[in-house]
């Protein structure tokens, strides 16, 4: 009996070069369909609000509804579909997520709004840690980091591409049929992954505590938190960007092209993180990450307080924190499978959950503080970038990060 499972992990493995990093575009495909679902309602969250009869700030807690549901759901569903193949999974969490934005694009009210969240949340949770542990396995060692952020950076270009489209889209057509589009992509990134991914067995079945065993580890228990913070300093101000954007003096189309520069500042730092972490250290990533975003949100806030209209500024500005949020994704990921490589999808999943608590906490710190203004909630993300940073430079004497 154990020759079987022995002889189909040896076949991927011996595979793997030969694969190198393209066999992984399939699966940033479908991250890129789980981003656009997770992030496109920051486009169109006033459009949403007017149309639900809320305020924005509570229609943003639909972002943090996800983002929690998400990271509560990911550990659980980690366990419940263990032994499934990967493909017929990761397709099953896209037919998920498209029935879950059909739900959304549908809802006549807030709160089944809300419930549909959840529902794409868990779509998410059984799909973006399966990605990035096929990915790894599919890999020569040497280009681990390389492939996961091609993963991640399928949540990237979403946040590039997605988000932009969305927010034309909710103005032209409105915010429902973006929603509906999302849909759409999910089905046919579904087809695409059934007909393109390798057939990769799943898993033994192990149970949820004897999983999360692993959070007994010091190594890990040093990551998952930085993780959380860095991620919640990235999001106060990314699900109200349209409002906070306007205090800056940018309005109309104008908040379409700066998310798009987020976007292709987060596409730069993700890959640009997964190279550097392979080449230098992870620590070196993680340093220039965090001060870059504290920067940008002092900055920020500065202009918010003065009233001051510099466009160019800003979309450097937009650049640099999207480069700063997502370079951090790769080198966390590398830390937690270097600490814990015999439980690399569960750490992955692990860090998954943390990443989307991170996104919750910061929207709804960026929710608590919207009535205070734009100055207010950027100097909290600076502030929350100093801390990632500082507990970065505490637990950096822990093994849990190497160079190449």
């Known amino acids: 009996m154990l020759n079987i499972p022995i002889k189909r992990r040896n076949t991927t493995a011996e595979s793997a070069p030969q694969h190198g990093l393209s066999a992984t575009l399939i699966l940033a495909l479908g991250t890129f369909a789980v981003g ?14 007017t149309s639900l009869h809320v305020s924005t700030a509570t229609a943003g807690q639909s972002v943090t509804v996800f983002a929690a549901a998400y990271a509560l759901l990911s550990p659980i569903v980690a366990t419940l579909t263990s032994r499934i193949g990967r493909r017929p999974l990761l397709v099953a969490a896209l ?3 498209a029935l879950a934005n059909l739900g959304s694009a549908l809802s006549p009210t807030f709160a089944v709004l809300l419930v549909t969240r959840v529902l794409a949340a868990a779509g998410a949770a059984a799909f973006t840690p399966n990605a990035g542990a096929a ?9 681990r980091a390389r492939a996961l952020a091609v993963v991640v950076g399928g949540l990237t270009i979403a946040t590039a591409l997605g988000v932009p489209l969305g927010t034309l889209i909710g103005a032209w057509m409105g915010w429902r049929w973006a929603l509906g ?6 089905l046919l990134v579904a087809a695409g992954v059934a007909a393109v991914m390798p057939d990769l067995p799943g898993s033994p079945r192990v149970p949820l505590r004897s999983r999360l065993a692993v959070l007994r580890e010091p190594a890990v228990l040093a990551v998952l938190p930085l993780t959380l913070l860095g991620m919640a300093a990235a999001y106060i101000l990314y699900a109200y960007a349209v409002p906070a954007l306007s205090a800056v003096g940018i309005t109309g189309s104008a908040t379409a092209w700066m998310l798009a520069l987020y976007g292709i500042g987060a596409i730069a730092g993700n890959l640009g993180g997964g190279y550097a972490t392979d ?7 993680l340093v220039v990450g965090y001060f ?5 949100m002092v900055i920020w806030s500065a ?5 001051t209209h510099a466009p160019i500024l800003m979309g450097g500005l937009m650049i640099a924190w999207g480069a700063a949020s997502w370079c951090q994704t790769p080198p966390q990921q590398h830390r937690l499978i270097t600490a814990a490589p015999q439980e690399a999808p569960l750490v992955i999943a692990l860090n998954a959950s943390a990443i989307y608590l991170g996104i919750g906490a910061g929207t709804l710190l960026g929710g608590l503080t919207t ?3 734009t100055a207010t909630m950027a100097a909290t993300a600076a502030a929350l970038s100093i801390a990632a940073l500082g507990y970065l430079l505490l637990t950096g004497s822990r093994k849990v990060n190497t160079s190449n």
């Open 371 to 373: 009535p205070a203004g």
């Open 279 to 285: 080449r230098w250290s992870t620590t070196r990533v």
């Open 181 to 186: 589009l999302v849909a759409l992509v999910c």
């Open 292 to 296: 870059t975003m504290a920067a940008a």
């Open 303 to 307: 202009l918010a307080a003065t009233h």
């Open 36 to 49: 656009t679902d997770a992030f496109v309602l920051a486009g169109f969250l006033p459009d949403t609000a």
């Open 135 to 143: 990915a790894a396995s599919l890999v020569a060692p040497h280009l």
């Open 95 to 97: 037919l998920v997520l």
